[in-house]
T-cell receptor, first 112, second 113 residues
Framework: DAKTTQPPSMDCAEGRAANLPCNHS???????VYWYRQIHSQGPQYIIH???NNETNEMASLIITEDRKSSTLILPHATLRDTAVYYC?????????????FGTGTSLTVIP | SAVISQKPSRDICQRGTSLTIQCQVD?????MFWYRQQPGQSLTLIAT?????????ESGFVIDKFPISRPNLTFSTLTVSNMSPEDSSIYLC??????????FGQGTRLTVV
């Protein structure tokens, strides 16, 4: 069963901020939110992760709502190379180890 | 960060045969994961592989179809057995590092004819 829901596709103008939403309404208190992206024919690439607080790194910002039921990935200045499928993921700690459950992903197209 | 190498990168196989996919990591890791990505779909976890113990399979995946080996802390194999065209997918190996990030191989693109 899917732990995250995302819009299937989005467009963004080059140079503008891309805001990608994700719903994870059943997330538990010890489950992290991760974002990965996958460019065609490559393995998924890590972007950012967080638990409760907003996070920022050199690639993106992650905004998590106070109730943790949703989050938004922000690419501040989208470039053509940011065209990819973006996955919002919940990491579930289990006895056998942490498991990453992928959502259906959002296909982001950056338009010149 | 962990560097993961998968072999083969792609293969075309006859139905009824088996293919073994290798995953090599450049550092020792406790857990290794195998995913399947069907055409146009997201990633689905097949199983979690611990060194020295049986792999743990997700619902819908069984050991007879996807046997996994984990002989040491840097290597694992996934076999896709008795293949049919429905097994045509990308198979990806993944590990989690101490920084709580998951790293993925480039995948093995399997086509069954």
């Amino acid at each position: 069963d899917a732990k995250t829901t995302q819009p299937p596709s989005m467009d963004c103008a080059e140079g503008r901020a891309a805001n990608l939403p994700c719903n994870h309404s059943t997330i538990s208190g010890n489950e992290y939110v991760y974002w990965y992206r996958q460019i065609h024919s490559q393995g998924p690439q890590y972007i950012i992760h967080g638990l409760k607080n907003n996070e920022t790194n050199e690639m993106a910002s992650l905004i998590i709502t106070e109730d943790r039921k949703s989050s938004t990935l922000i690419l501040p200045h989208a470039t053509l190379r940011d065209t990819a499928v973006y996955y919002c993921i919940v990491r579930v700690p289990l006895n056998t180890g942490n498991q990453f459950y992928f959502g259906t992903g959002t296909s982001l197209t950056v338009i010149p | 960060s962990a560097v993961i190498s998968q072999k083969p990168s792609r293969d075309i196989c006859q139905r009824g045969t088996s293919l073994t996919i290798q995953c090599q990591v450049d550092s020792q890791v406790t857990m290794m994961f195998w995913y399947r990505q069907q055409p146009g779909q997201s990633l689905t976890l097949i199983a979690t592989a611990n060194q020295g113990s049986e792999a743990t399979y997700e619902s819908g995946f069984v050991i007879d179809k996807f046997p996994i080996s984990r002989p040491n802390l840097t290597f694992s194999t996934l076999t896709v057995s008795n293949m049919s065209p429905e097994d045509s997918s990308i198979y990806l190996c993944s590990v989690e590092d101490k920084g709580l990030k998951a790293f993925f191989g480039q995948g093995t693109r399997l086509t069954v004819v």
